[in-house]
């Protein structure tokens, strides 16, 4: 049973106030919302329960014996050289380096690349605690010029600066109320398009990434070097459509700048262009316009996904999904915006998941099959086959290169490779591929472990593909420890990455390690991504489920000593599976999650979201979210099964104060509604497993958070895991 508890002692859970006249009736359902005032992260009531939350958490992680262990472990083991695929720009190379335990990665460049590398940007001289992180960065045609965007405590906003490359000089140019938005130089290197949001109202903000207000009405400007940010051009907008998402990028050749829009999440967008040369005296004399962009509107419907590749002049290569669920390349010409043709046809089994234009009449592409990369050389006029590039089992990660470079770098991983950097010389007959650098972990020995694939049949016959790690000596008797991990949904793909982390616990808590690939990811494709959204998000759970199932009936571990784990959408995946089905699990990690699937909509960019999970405000789509939403579904197991002595398994929900992504009000209104419904509510409650939550300061989504914080979080959440598993320190 996943319900005998491992922890001994009774926990005194803090009393939260309930707000019983909070009902809000959405399509004739009355449905209370008693701790509505969480919502609220400036409060001091709310403050309040944070801090009696952090410290009921740090007691029960004092007696986590294994946590001094795991911390020390994972530092000696995350001490450990990481590099960056190189990219070039005008006659220099860049990329990033962390010596091992540097809270943030070092931007580095040199003049060739045997040439002598110096610090260009070092992002841990901007904060002493190491908070401050890069978050994007973009080099001028010329490499003359360095735009940069910092993000503070891991929230999306972000602040972008000008650094003079030559002389290390940083320009006066500051960029506020930044927010998912690239920066694509001009070729004249005179300045560059970005996208923001309009800065809030005087006083409505009063530390960045802690507001819950939605993000509307997103603009593009063009900055010009050298000028305020009050002189920008304002591009484009589109206050008729305020939750549209705008990125505008400048081609290859520098003759046009696409206008890339989206709505919500979905791989769909519209796709506009400008020829920049039709501008009489260039961007200056936009500037008295007081105009828009007269963009012209190549797609103009949200129906399927375009992703510029290359283009020769009028002609242009795009990635699309457009009657192609596997994805394909395809091919227009400007002049003829109705006359579509096949480059690269879809593939019946494998997904094309990336496109690059090389070596001038190249493409580098990328394909998904069955969770594992395959990467090809093709020709770029006729999509034809030219090269398999030989790679392991894994993921490539970046493919650095542009149309004008002969040679690639590309980076590669798996679940027991630390990581690789391939260079890839394309100037010869058959490519010639060698390492260019190899990350090493002094003390992981890659014999030890083994990882495998199988496929376990879902609740509705659907074969769902999962990775399994574990030591090669494992006896399959249902003793170990095992850490389920999945997130299924967006379209992402979970394909295998090394994690310093999971390989501690795999040797020295002697858990399996294992990732289920279950639908709404992108592992095969849009339909796998629509089988498991909107009406069909059930399906996630189902396969998950699934996933735990096989784990215990082919003996590698049993419902006690089984932990799931998931992050933002993986963590709605966690609340909901905790609630369907409590007897399976021993212990629960999620992180950051979507909770409260009435309300997400109306925080931040959760408007976005409605694409993948539906809206509240629509009496369809609702009946879908009530059903599974994590805050509106917790029961007491005990009830339900009255002849079986069920409960919750032990739950840790991970937010941040600075996660304006996933709002931290998710966590901390479920947090309070489990510990009222299973514990305080009752004289001698059955539910004795903790229920708690570990709330980090100064940290976001997860994006740009110091090593130092990686690592205490890893150590707390695992060493909970362990004890809650009772899972035993092997040295």
């Given at each position: 049973?996943?319900?005998?508890?491992?922890?001994?002692?009774?926990?005194?859970?803090?009393?939260?106030?309930?707000?019983?006249?909070?009902?809000?009736?959405?399509?004739?359902?009355?449905?209370?919302?008693?701790?509505?005032?969480?919502?609220?992260?400036?409060?001091?009531?709310?403050?309040?329960?944070?801090?009696?939350?952090?410290?009921?958490?740090?007691?029960?992680?004092?007696?986590?014996?294994?946590?001094?262990?795991?911390?020390?472990?994972?530092?000696?083991?995350?001490?450990?050289?990481?590099?960056?695929?190189?990219?070039?720009?005008?006659?220099?190379?860049?990329?990033?380096?962390?010596?091992?335990?540097?809270?943030?990665?070092?931007?580095?460049?040199?003049?060739?690349?045997?040439?002598?590398?110096?610090?260009?940007?070092?992002?841990?001289?901007?904060?002493?605690?190491?908070?401050?992180?890069?978050?994007?960065?973009?080099?001028?045609?010329?490499?003359?010029?360095?735009?940069?965007?910092?993000?503070?405590?891991?929230?999306?906003?972000?602040?972008?600066?000008?650094?003079?490359?030559?002389?290390?000089?940083?320009?006066?140019?500051?960029?506020?109320?930044?927010?998912?938005?690239?920066?694509?130089?001009?070729?004249?290197?005179?300045?560059?398009?970005?996208?923001?949001?309009?800065?809030?109202?005087?006083?409505?903000?009063?530390?960045?990434?802690?507001?819950?207000?939605?993000?509307?009405?997103?603009?593009?400007?063009?900055?010009?070097?050298?000028?305020?940010?009050?002189?920008?051009?304002?591009?484009?907008?589109?206050?008729?459509?305020?939750?549209?998402?705008?990125?505008?990028?400048?081609?290859?050749?520098?003759?046009?700048?696409?206008?890339?829009?989206?709505?919500?999440?979905?791989?769909?967008?519209?796709?506009?262009?400008?020829?920049?040369?039709?501008?009489?005296?260039?961007?200056?004399?936009?500037?008295?316009?007081?105009?828009?962009?007269?963009?012209?509107?190549?797609?103009?419907?949200?129906?399927?996904?375009?992703?510029?590749?290359?283009?020769?002049?009028?002609?242009?290569?795009?990635?699309?999904?457009?009657?192609?669920?596997?994805?394909?390349?395809?091919?227009?010409?400007?002049?003829?915006?109705?006359?579509?043709?096949?480059?690269?046809?879809?593939?019946?089994?494998d997904v094309l998941k990336s496109a690059f234009a090389v070596n001038g009449n190249q493409l580098i592409v990328s394909y998904l099959s069955d969770v594992k990369y395959v990467l090809q050389v093709r020709d770029l006029e006729t999509g034809s086959l030219q090269h398999q590039l030989p790679i392991d089992i894994g993921t490539v990660g970046e493919i650095s290169a542009r149309r004008e470079d002969s040679v690639v770098f590309i980076s590669f991983t798996s679940f027991l490779t630390p990581g690789i950097i391939y260079q890839c010389d394309l100037r010869t007959q058959i490519p010639d591929m060698k390492i260019f650098h190899e990350t090493v972990v002094s003390g992981f020995d890659r014999s030890e472990f083994h990882a495998n694939q199988v496929f376990v049949p879902s609740k509705d016959g659907t074969k769902i593909p999962m990775f399994i790690v574990a030591r090669k000596d494992i006896i399959l008797d249902g003793s170990h420890p095992c850490l389920l991990y999945g997130y299924g949904g967006f379209d992402i793909s979970l394909t295998p990455y090394f994690s310093v982390s999971r390989l501690v616990l795999a040797r020295h808590l002697g858990s399996v390690f294992c990732i289920a690939n279950i639908r709404g990811g992108g592992e095969y494709g849009e339909e796998w991504h629509k089988a498991g959204s909107l009406a069909k998000k059930q399906n996630c759970f189902d396969d998950f489920i699934s996933a735990a199932e096989y784990l215990v009936s082919a003996g590698y571990t049993q419902p006690r000593k089984l932990c799931i784990e998931g992050g933002s959408n993986g963590g709605l995946l966690v609340g909901a599976c905790i609630n369907q089905r409590p007897d399976l699990f021993g212990c629960a990690l999620a992180h950051v999650g979507v909770m409260d699937m009435l309300r997400f909509h109306k925080f931040t960019i959760g408007h976005a979201w409605t694409s993948e999970f539906g809206c509240s405000d629509k009496e369809e789509e609702f009946h879908w979210l009530i059903k599974y939403s994590p805050l509106h579904n917790v029961r007491r197991p005990w009830e339900q099964h009255p002849d079986r002595p069920i409960q919750y398994p032990s739950t840790m929900l991970l937010t941040a104060d600075h996660d304006d992504r996933v709002v931290p009000l998710h966590s901390l209104k479920l947090l309070a509604t489990m510990q009222y419904a299973l514990v305080t509510s009752l004289d001698k409650s059955p539910q004795t497993n903790p229920i708690i939550g570990r709330i980090e300061c100064k940290a976001g989504h997860g994006a740009g958070r110091p090593t130092q914080k990686l690592i205490d979080e890893a150590a707390d959440r695992y060493s909970f895991m362990a004890k809650m598993l009772d899972a035993y320190w092997i040295e």
């Open positions: 049973m996943g319900s005998l508890s491992a922890f001994h002692q009774r926990i005194q859970y803090p009393n939260a106030r309930r707000d019983d006249s909070v009902i809000d009736d959405f399509h004739g359902v009355k449905i209370p919302d008693p701790y509505r005032w969480l919502e609220n992260p400036d409060a001091e009531e709310v403050q309040e329960f944070v801090q009696k939350q952090v410290h009921l958490t740090d007691s029960v992680l004092q007696t986590c014996d294994t946590r001094t262990k795991l911390a020390e472990k994972l530092t000696k083991l995350f001490d450990h050289p990481r590099y960056s695929a190189p990219f070039r720009r005008g006659n220099k190379y860049f990329y990033f380096h962390n010596t091992g335990l540097q809270p943030q990665s070092v931007l580095y460049v040199q003049d060739s690349l045997e040439g002598e590398a110096e610090v260009l940007l070092d992002p841990n001289a901007l904060s002493e605690d190491g908070t401050v992180s890069l978050s994007r960065c973009s080099v001028s045609k010329d490499a003359k010029f360095l735009a940069y965007g910092l993000s503070s405590s891991g929230s999306d906003w972000v602040t972008i600066k000008v650094m003079r490359i030559q002389d290390k000089h940083v320009e006066p140019d500051t960029l506020s109320w930044v927010k998912f938005s690239s920066i694509s130089w001009t070729h004249d290197s005179k300045g560059f398009f970005y996208s923001r949001y309009p800065a809030p109202k005087d006083g409505e903000v009063v530390d960045a990434g802690t507001e819950t207000n939605a993000n509307l009405y997103h603009e593009v400007y063009y900055h010009f070097l050298g000028t305020d940010q009050s002189e920008d051009i304002l591009c484009w907008k589109d206050p008729e459509n305020p939750k549209y998402m705008f990125q505008a990028s400048v081609t290859d050749d520098g003759k046009y700048v696409l206008l890339h829009i989206e709505e919500g999440c979905d791989p769909v967008n519209k796709l506009y262009y400008f020829d920049l040369s039709e501008l009489p005296s260039g961007l200056e004399g936009f500037r008295n316009e007081n105009s828009l962009f007269p963009f012209v509107k190549l797609i103009d419907k949200f129906e399927a996904q375009y992703l510029a590749v290359a283009n020769d002049d009028t002609v242009f290569t795009f990635i699309t999904n457009e009657d192609a669920p596997k994805y394909k390349l395809v091919r227009v010409d400007l002049k003829e915006p109705n006359a579509w043709t096949d480059v690269i046809q879809e593939s019946e089994k």
